[in-house]
């Protein structure tokens, strides 16, 4: 589903932007999202996404 109604703050960088996707109830902005997609497995920066995607799930079982 993406989005463009109004700016949102990402839950992986923390900007608000008017262009993303939801997750659940979280959004992503448009650039971490496709940042997420082009990011290898064996990339430090790839820690980094599953830390900040971990809240989502957090989140959803607050």
């Not at 971490?32 to 957090?58: G, H, N, P």
Request: net charge negative.
């Amino acid at each position: 589903m993406e989005t463009e109604p109004e700016n949102c703050s990402c839950i992986v960088c923390g900007n608000k932007e008017a262009r993303g996707i939801f997750i659940f109830d979280s959004f992503v902005c448009q650039q971490c999202e496709q940042e997420i997609v082009a990011t290898d497995a064996s990339e430090d920066k790839y820690r980094f996404f599953i830390r900040q995607m971990r809240r989502i799930w957090l989140r959803q079982n607050a």
